[in-house]
Structure formats: C-alpha cells, structure tokens
C-alpha cells in the first residue's frame, strides 16, 4: 500500500492540467460511485489526478489514485484492495482503465456493498455500455462522458482567457452579442483551422509528432477497446482496420454496406455491428435521417473529429468535409443530429435546420429564413448566419 501511495503523490504533484475540463463541475461529486467514460487520450487520467489535487493534500491518505495496468491487480480483485484501502482511513478511490481488471462490475458492486462510507470513480472506454451490459451497476453507478477538446477550451488555452460555454438557444439568439464579448480579446478565426487540425486531442501538449501519436491512439482504440471490451477474436482485427479506412477514405456519405461486406469477407450484417463498435469507440459518426436510428443503415458516415481526417489522409481533406465534421463532433454531446435534406444540411434536435457552408459561397445562395447558416472562414454573422467557430462554445 506504501508504493501505491507514492505514486499517487509523485503523480498528483506533477499532473498537468492547462485547461480545467467543465465536466468536474458537471459531475455529482456526492454519488458513491462515479464512471468518467471517455475516447483514448481526451484526458481521463489527468482528470482524475486534477480531481484528487483540488480536493486534497497530495499527503492526505484519504484519496488514492490506482490504475489497473499495474500487474498487481492480476492476482488481487478490487474489492479486497479496497478492504485494505479503507482500513488505512481511506475515503475516495479513483480507480483508472478499470476495465483491465476482469469482473470488474462485481468487484465494483462488492465495494459499493461492502464498504457504505467509500467513493469510488472510475475511468472507462467509451465502448463500455455501464448499465446495459453490467445490470449489477444499474441504479447505483453515475456515468459521464468525457470529450476531447472544444474549440472554446482550446482558445482559453491559447489566449489565456477564460471564455465560458453557451447553450445552443443562447448562441442561435444572441450570437452577435457573444461575439461582441469575444473578439476584444481573441481572435478565433486565426486558431480555429488550428484546432480542426489538432485541437480535440489534448496531447497536442506533448512534445511529440502530433498525427504519429493519433495514429497510435486509433490504433489502441481498435486493438484494445473494441477487442478487448467486446471481446472479438484478434483474426478479425485487420477486417475492421480495413473497414475503417475505408469508410475514411470515401469521406461523408452513404455506406454501400454490401461492397464492404464483399471487400473485408464478412456479412453485411457484422459490417454494421462493426460499424456501430466504431462508433462507440468515437471513431466514426453514423447520421441516420430523423425518426430512423441503428440498426438500419445510416445516410452518412463521417469521422468523429475533424483531427482524425488529417491523421488518416492528411494529403488530401476537403475543408466542406472537415468543417462538417467540426458541426457534427460540436453538437454529439448534447444534440441529436440528422441528416437534412441536402448533402450540407443537418437537422438539429428535429425542429433547427443547419446548411454548413463557405461564407463567400453561401452568400450567392438564396436565404432561406428557416435556416440556420453555419458559415466557415468569417469571424462575425448576423441574423441567420453565424459564425461555425462559435458553435464551439457549446461546452
């Protein structure tokens, strides 16, 4: 137990946090059992470490950070651990990568029963279904989803300012007042393309080759998070590589399910469940037309952030598909979107209609009143058109 708490001290003195995530005040910090879902490297173990320096002494045997990558673990459960972890006087155990511990809902469900005065909070992969596929957890775990970057978050860090997040209706009704308030002192336009290309992934902060270290992120979400979580057989790894890739290269559109089924050697039906694994790895998007929703084959496959275009193809990546994938990646968190009737428009919670467009291009069009104008390469909007970037203030 000593080793486990020099550790935990050596890492909380030294943790790196240049942008206070939001999420720590959105969470209940009351609930006895806490999961932080979240994508390979958006920042899940600095949040705990974040977590642990604001509310105790980096002394204070109260909280104890563990992560289950340690062999230790491979021959004692967590519930024994923390047995012994509470008998020091220990209060919160933040727990990383929890899922590498086999049985780990039971071990989890034993703490929670065993031990009434113990916190327990818990990082996961986005791939976990908490509740659905754990029962013993349902009524008892607290689950949040942690996301990389917002475009907002990304701007405080570089202009040192402290830009709080707007809601949808709020930014849709006085977008030129918010804007007003932001340009004194920033000028979002000129980090904006910054961001698309490597603003999501807070390792952009390490002193490494940016796309090398992406490309090895993707690769652990394919190799462990869906493997290992959904428990594939490795023979089957280059056939979802492949389809991923594939998906990638044709850009935002409309899967033929069947050409891929042919092209990895596999039914139509697992290209669709391999689809929806990727999507729950935060690797894909699949935009479905309103009412419809998986199973069914969606209208669109898009990247889930813009960073990854420039990861898998960095030659060739249209600036309509990256700034579609920037509206799309903004709103998934507290948004449902579907496909509109046109390529470039999107229906927002089923009642906002969204053209994602060029500012110079969208201004030949005809203006339809009913639609919202997201426009790239401007600073400012008016009316019915705003600004693209500033839907990156919705969190």
Known sequence: MEAFFRTHAYLVEHVAAPVRRTLMDEIDWSDRLIGIKGTRGVGKTTFLLQFAKEHFDTQDRQCLYVNMNNFYFQDRGIADFAGDFVNYGGRVLLIDQ???????????????????DLKIVFTGSSVMRLKEENPELNGIVKSYNLRGFSFREYLNLKTNNNFHAYSLND??????????????????????QDYIHHGFYPFFLEHRNFSENLLKTMNMMTEVDILLIKQIELKYLTKIKKLF????EQGP?????????????TSRATVMNYIKYLTDARLLNMIYPYGEDFPKKPSKVMLHNSNLLYAIYPIHVEKQTAMETFF??????????????????????GDKKFCICDAKSEAKQRKDPDTIYA???????????????LLGFLY
């Open 375 to 389: 426009r790239y390469n401007t600073e400012v909007g008016k009316d019915n058109q705003i600004p693209l970037w």
């Open 253 to 265: 559109k409309a899967p033929n399910i069947s050409q891929l089924a042919t092209d990895i050697e």
């Open 98 to 116: 929890v899922f590498k511990q086999t049985d780990w809902s039971q071990e989890l469900r034993k703490c929670y029963d065993l031990y009434p």
């Open 171 to 192: 930014i849709l009704s006085n977008h030129e007042r918010i804007i007003k308030e932001i340009l004194p002192t920033a000028r979002p336009q000129a980090h904006f």
């Open 245 to 248: 890739y594939q998906l990638a």
């Open 328 to 349: 799309v990646n903004s709103l998934w968190k507290d948004h449902t979107v579907n496909q509109a009737s046109k390529d470039s428009f999107y229906l927002v919670d």
